[in-house]
């Protein structure tokens, strides 16, 4: 989808980072947007700055793992414009542990947003877009989390290899239907964002605390929380949003070192070796 101006973008977890990136990229290229988190005060400061901008914006509170939210949000954005072109399923949350220390709240909560987050938003926005019959994209956040198995990870990296394989069946079922709608999965590596701090969002009784973690995964946590802080900037990766929605581009990789690690795995599986603990 190459001409975006005038068309319209909906985006959740748009408060902050990579979904405020590409927002801002949106607003930018003449888009109409629909703007949603669950973060009700970094939402409304979003909306408040494209409203002074001259952008047409609806912001709503969704908590998109709730599939009656999603619903009232696909609502929501055609009844103001009538139309979707641009869906980008984003919204994340983390939890660095191993697989065993992992609680079941854990598992519900990581997978409710990160996974559930995208497939919400594919049952309420795609039958829609598809009954409108417009040139359109979809973009569905995983990581490089979601190509490879990153330690002390495992509900996130779960997650995501998640999102990847239900892009990967999204896109088939697109093609062999003949519609006019491009689909990417987003596989970015370390972005300077606040996930590793996500669990502000959760419940106190539900927050993680290092000290009751093996030191394993407190080792594993720090070197995320640092590896973050390091990243490329959310702008950055909305740039390779915006270039491959343009060229209609399927895998988005943000990181050059990225390939040659996927490269590895994928040996490792045809060559039935132990999986190689890589650095990326």
Known sequence: MKELSGKVAVITGAAEGIGRAI?????????????????QGGLDALAGEMAAAGTACLALRTDVSDPQAVDALADAAFARFGAVHLLVNNAGVAVAKSVWETTPRDWDWVMGVNFHGVTNGLRAFVPRMLEGGQPGHIVNTASIAGLLSVPALAAYNASKFAVVT?????HHDLTLRGAPIGVSVLCPSWVKTRIADSSRHRAEADRVDPAT???????????????????????QVA???????????????T????????EIRMTDILQDRKPTLLSF
């Open 23 to 39: 927002a801002r990229r949106a607003a930018g290229e003449g888009m109409s947007l629909v703007l949603a988190d669950i973060d």
């Open 166 to 170: 239900v892009s990967e069946g999204l």
């Open 213 to 235: 973690l093996s030191g394993v995964s407190q080792k594993a946590g720090l070197a995320i929380l640092k590896a973050v802080e390091a990243g490329i900037t959310p702008e």
């Open 239 to 253: 740039d390779s949003v915006f270039e491959a929605v343009a060229e209609e581009r399927f895998y988005i990789l």
């Open 255 to 262: 990181h050059p070192q990225s390939r040659a690690a996927v």
